[in-house]
């Protein structure tokens, strides 16, 4: 079956660095997405990886391993606005994607 | 400027009641989808549309309805067959970018039942 695994919650500092895991089976592959959503917004899009390796946005990386079914969004010097869920989802063969439940980020001062 | 607009932001439904969520698009994209969202679960897939006067079922369409008469445009219906509707629906659109098939998304609808 198709399957995305990522952690439901996790806690980092105002100014520091957090790395969110995402891991992934689909049938077929044909890229990886990062989106942020807000409590009680929609997603919005963050980034896109097909290729292996890291793709640097700002303060915002996102890095991919196909060979392991592997995905990690990077978000450097925290800030409190990017306390936000972060949906990972994998695109599948049949170009649909497939979604994880998100990751809430919680940021401390 | 261009977007993806959905109304109403709530919505109430009685018992046996269909109601009708909005979803326009003025981004000239080809394919749009609904989704569902519930409290600690991703995004389900409910109808996408890749083309006009065309559309098919994704994994929890029983108790919805959609058409797509017009490529800006794609309503979802709920049905009263739909028997737990309270949730956040989500529309998106997509087109074929540098960064893929990138779906992007309109506000979101939530409805509640009464």
């Known amino acids: 079956g198709q399957n995305i695994d990522q952690p439901t919650e996790m806690t980092a500092t105002e100014g520091a660095i957090v790395q969110i895991n995402c891991t992934y089976q689909t049938s077929g592959f044909n890229g990886l997405f990062w989106y942020q959503q807000h409590a009680g917004e929609a997603p919005t899009f963050l980034s896109y990886n097909v290729l292996d390796g890291l793709e640097e946005k700002g303060r915002f990386s996102s890095f991919l391993s196909r060979s392991k079914g592997y995905s990690y969004l990077l978000l450097k010097e925290l800030q409190m606005k990017d306390s936000a869920s972060y949906l990972c989802a994998a695109m599948d063969s049949n170009y649909q994607l497939i979604w994880g439940a998100g990751t809430k980020l919680i940021i401390k001062p | 400027d261009g977007g993806i607009t959905q109304s109403p932001k709530y919505l109430f439904r009685k018992e046996g009641q269909n109601v009708t969520l909005s979803c326009e698009q003025n981004l000239n994209h080809d394919a749009m989808y609904w989704y569902r969202q519930d409290p600690g679960q991703g995004l389900r897939l409910i109808y996408y549309s890749q083309i006009v006067n065309d559309f098919q079922k994704g994994d929890i369409a029983e108790g919805y309805s959609v058409s797509r008469e017009k490529k800006e445009s794609f309503p979802l219906t709920v049905t009263s067959a739909q028997k737990n509707p309270t949730a956040f629906y989500l529309c998106?659109?997509?087109?074929?970018?540098?960064?893929?098939?990138?779906?992007?998304f309109g506000p979101g609808t939530r409805l509640l039942v009464l």
């Open positions: 998106a659109s997509s087109s074929t970018t540098a960064d893929g098939e990138t779906q992007y």
